[in-house]
T-cell receptor, first 110, second 117 residues
Framework: GQSLEQPSEVTAVEGAIVQINCTYQ??????LSWYQQHDGGAPTFLSY????GLEETGRFSSFLSRSDSYGYLLLQELQMKDSASYFC???????????FGKGTTLSVSS | NAGVMQNPRHLVRRRGQEARLRCSPM?????VYWYRQLPEEGLKFMVY????????ESGMPKERFSAEFPKEGPSILRIQQVVRGDSAAYFC???????????????FGEGSRLTVL
């Protein structure tokens, strides 16, 4: 089956940099996605890595190493509004659905 | 608003009643996914549908749960004879192609929160 492991909680202060790691176990891997969810609302797509390396989008970057079955989300210049849950996800074996990790709750303090 | 629309946002049912959750995908999207989320948990895949077809229901409980996506109208997730363990947030997502899972980008609604008394 598929499984994704990520830390349950991370805390940081405003202006800091934080890295949320994700290791996955799956067959038929297509790529690794990251989603943000505020206060149980609609999860929103942040990034997708299909190839090894770093993808940068503003303050957020995402990294993938397919050989290590590992990726991370890097958040820079943290702001209070970045306090949320962050989920990594990858496709199931059939390619018909995204399977999500249990999420990492990020708390940003001033 | 052309986003994914779910209703009702909140639904309270007594044990044994039926719950019907509706989802209208984003305009132009014909692929719908249903997920369940318990507090402090991740999103658990339930079912993937295209218009008039169930493509993958491997995450759906075998009893009491059903889903449809008719040619006209929203997708519906139906839970019969609800029990307290069904209390959760149910999220619908859509994509514009069958590779939604493979390209990693799904568009989610705000969810329907079911409470079973």
């Amino acid at each position: 089956g598929q499984s994704l492991e990520q830390p349950s909680e991370v805390t940081a202060v405003e202006g800091a940099i934080v890295q949320i790691n994700c290791t996955y176990q799956t067959s038929g891997f297509y790529g690794l996605s990251w989603y943000q969810q505020h206060d149980g609302g609609a999860p929103t797509f942040l990034s997708y890595n299909a190839l090894d390396g770093l993808e940068e989008t503003g303050r957020f970057s995402s990294f993938l190493s397919r050989s290590d079955s590992y990726g991370y989300l890097l958040l820079q210049e943290l702001q209070m509004k970045d306090s949320a849950s962050y989920f990594c996800a990858c496709s199931n074996q059939a390619g018909t659905a995204l399977i999500f990790g249990k999420g990492t709750t990020l708390s940003v303090s001033s | 608003n052309a986003g994914v629309m779910q209703n009702p946002r909140h639904l309270v049912r007594r044990r044994g009643q039926e719950a019907r959750l509706r989802c209208s995908p984003m305009k132009g999207h014909s692929h719908v996914y249903w997920y369940r989320q318990l507090p402090e948990e991740g999103l658990k895949f339930m079912v993937y549908l295209q218009k008039e077809n169930i493509i993958d229901e491997s995450g759906m409980p075998k009893e009491r749960f059903s889903a449809e996506f008719p040619k006209e109208g929203p997708s519906i997730l139906r839970i019969q004879q609800v029990v307290r363990g069904d209390s959760a947030a149910y999220f619908c997502a859509s994509s514009n192609q069958g590779q939604g899972a493979n390209t990693g980008e799904l568009f989610f609604g705000e969810g329907s929160r079911l409470t079973v008394l």
